[in-house]
């Protein structure tokens, strides 16, 4: 009895159906004579015979069914990754698979782990990775100095009304640079930007446009602000495979290969048409001197006059400053050529991750580590700018423009015009949190990445459109792309900008200043003696001696009382004389 049950239990399924196929139960089979077995068999019989032998009946139905559980997992493994090649499931994609059989259910959601569970067994199928991790910004620590500062007032100046420093809390280099985001930050819609390259170039357009910037259309220029995950925009340099090279800009090949070499931060400056002098940054600390690139762009009037005054002699350096010279400048307006390393520092160096831009007439006075953490990382902000210290309307700036004779009129009121016909309204409280409508551009504090890559190539192309008053065009740019997306600009104070750069005059205003000013002599000479005289004693840096001020008697004012009575006895003495 026992022998037959061991006999019904280590059948396959497939007998056991074939025996009810036939309408004959198990219990009911007829007695039948059976043949001699065959080795093989008397083989498996003798296997199965041990293993019964060694183990109890419960175990080895266990094993049994271990077994055939195992090769349903693997059938189940191979028919769920043919599902998974014929149904792709993206990253962030909210559809989920699921597969039943025989009651098991498997579940493959997207961007997640898996488990298959078959009785008691449990397994985990990885799936694909996981979609690439933003910077989200941070939070200094409770009571950190920088939490709880705050702006004082201004000095109450009377003979000073203009604009000023304030204070602003860094932190220190070391702890800035710690803070340093590993992952790029998050660029809303906006995932993949290539340039637009045009050769021949066709400048059929309405107006505006140039062979460096392209000539496009009032329709491409519409279709460039309907952001979309992937998009294709005009971004200057055209006219060549690779910026700096037959493009207008053009750069020497060893130039172009260590720009490409900075992969971290740059500083980037330009003085066209010997405007300016080199102002060389002060308190950098040494990690950014090693660190940090810091690239000034002249074009070949500015090199021929540093080296006139021997400021550039054979090296490349000036200072801390990398002098890099610029070939076939593509505009006549000096203004304009620096607009291109100003608004494109992503293109001239393509895999630098922050730029910080400064005027060629500012001095850099903080480390820029400090300014980037403080402006952009602890804001969790991608692009910052400090708004105009006094205007903050559109309308205001641009006749301001005109009164100081910055551009042509006509072509300022033309933008203008063009602008206010795609809805520019004057700013008022309605923009909040937007806190101004006019930045104050000679700092530029930016990530690269492709959100902020596209409001300088959109805010380029206006430039290269309208007037080069990049102050004019900034707030339609970012209008328009704040529209669609939730990507905003970190508008921080003048006063602040003025903590850490320091404003120069140009070459032509100390020029003025040098000719209106009386010829200096130092040291000065000593003023003429008398012959009765007595002799004199000169101070600590002409005579060498040290110097001991005599005591000085002090006089004592007289009490009120005192100076009453003398003021009755003149009265008296002026009567008497009169009198007389």
């Keep these: 009895m026992t022998g037959g049950s061991l006999g019904i239990r280590s059948g396959s399924y497939g007998s056991l159906d074939k025996q009810l196929q036939n309408g004959v139960l ?53 028919v769920g990754k043919g599902d998974d090649s014929s149904n792709k499931n993206y990253p962030g994609s909210p559809l989920i698979n699921s597969l039943q059989l025989n009651g098991l259910h498997t579940t493959y959601p997207g961007n997640q782990t898996s488990s298959l569970i078959i009785g008691e067994a449990k397994e985990s199928q990885i799936m694909p990775p996981p ?68 050769e021949p170039l066709n400048n059929e357009t309405e107006f505006g446009g140039s062979d460096f910037g ?30 700096g090279h037959g493009t207008g800009f053009d750069i020497d090949d060893d130039d172009l290969l260590d720009m490409e070499q900075c992969n971290g931060v740059v500083v980037g400056s330009a003085i066209f048409g010997a405007f300016d002098d080199i102002q060389q940054p002060t308190n950098i600390s040494e990690y950014s001197k090693q ?45 304009r050529n620096g607009k291109i390393p100003k608004l494109l520092p992503h293109r001239l160096f393509p895999n630098a991750r922050f730029s910080l831009w400064i005027d060629g007439k500012l001095e850099l006075v903080v480390d820029p580590y400090q300014i980037l953490e403080r402006f952009l990382w602890r804001k969790n902000a991608t692009f910052a700018i400090s708004r105009h210290y006094k205007r903050f309307d559109l309308f205001v700036e641009a006749e301001a423009n005109k009164a100081a004779g910055k551009y042509d009129n006509a072509s300022i009121d033309f933008q203008i015009d063009f602008y206010k016909k795609e809805g520019l309204t004057p700013y008022s409280e309605a923009k909040l949190p937007i806190s101004s409508d006019v930045p104050e551009g000679c700092v530029i504090i930016r990530e690269h990445v492709p959100i902020s890559n596209l409001f300088t190539c959109l805010w380029f192309n206006e430039v290269d459109r309208f007037t080069s008053r990049d102050q004019i065009s900034f707030s339609t740019v970012r209008d328009k792309i704040t529209a669609k997306t939730n990507w905003t600009v970190n ?24 000719r209106k000013a009386p010829p200096a002599v130092y040291p000065p ?24 001020n005599s005591p000085v008697r002090k006089v004592t004012p007289r009490r009120g009382r005192d100076r009453r009575s003398g003021s009755r006895r003149r009265r008296k003495a002026v009567r008497d004389i009169d009198s007389s």
């Design 26 to 78: 198990p219990t009911q089979v007829p007695t039948v004579i059976r043949s001699k077995p065959s080795k093989m068999f008397k083989e498996k019989e003798t296997l199965v015979h041990w293993i019964c032998k060694l183990a109890g009946r419960k175990k080895v139905g266990m094993l049994l069914l271990c077994v055939i559980s195992a090769a349903v997992f693997v059938w189940v493994l191979y």
């Design 214 to 243: 392209g000539y496009p259309t009032l329709k491409q220029r519409d279709d460039s602000y309907d952001i979309r995950e992937s998009m294709s925009v005009h971004c200057g340099f055209v006219k060549g495979r690779k910026p």
């Design 291 to 335: 660190t940090v690139c810091f690239y000034m762009f002249v074009d070949e009037e500015t090199e021929a006059d540093l080296k006139r005054n021997g400021n550039l002699v054979n090296s490349k350096k000036i200072g801390i400053w990398r002098v890099v010279v610029v070939h076939n400048l593509p505009y006549t307006d000096d203004r």
């Design 131 to 198: 979609p690439p991790s933003y910077f989200l910004g941070y939070t200094l620590p409770p009571g950190h100095p920088c939490n709880i500062f705050t702006l004082p007032p201004p000095p109450a100046d009377r003979k000073r009304t203009g604009p000023r420093p304030c204070p602003v809390c860094y932190l220190p280099v070391e702890e800035a640079v710690a803070l340093m985001p590993k992952v790029p930050s998050f660029s809303p819609v906006l995932k993949d930007l290539t340039y637009i390259y045009e």
């Design 525 to 548: 000479p000593p003023p003429p003696t008398l012959p009765n005289d007595p002799p004199r004693v000169f101070s600590l840096e002409t005579s060498g001696e040290r110097v001991v």
């Design 491 to 514: 508008m921080f104070l003048d006063c602040e900008r003025r903590n850490f750069v320091v404003q120069r005059h140009h070459k032509s205003v100390l020029a003025q200043l040098a």
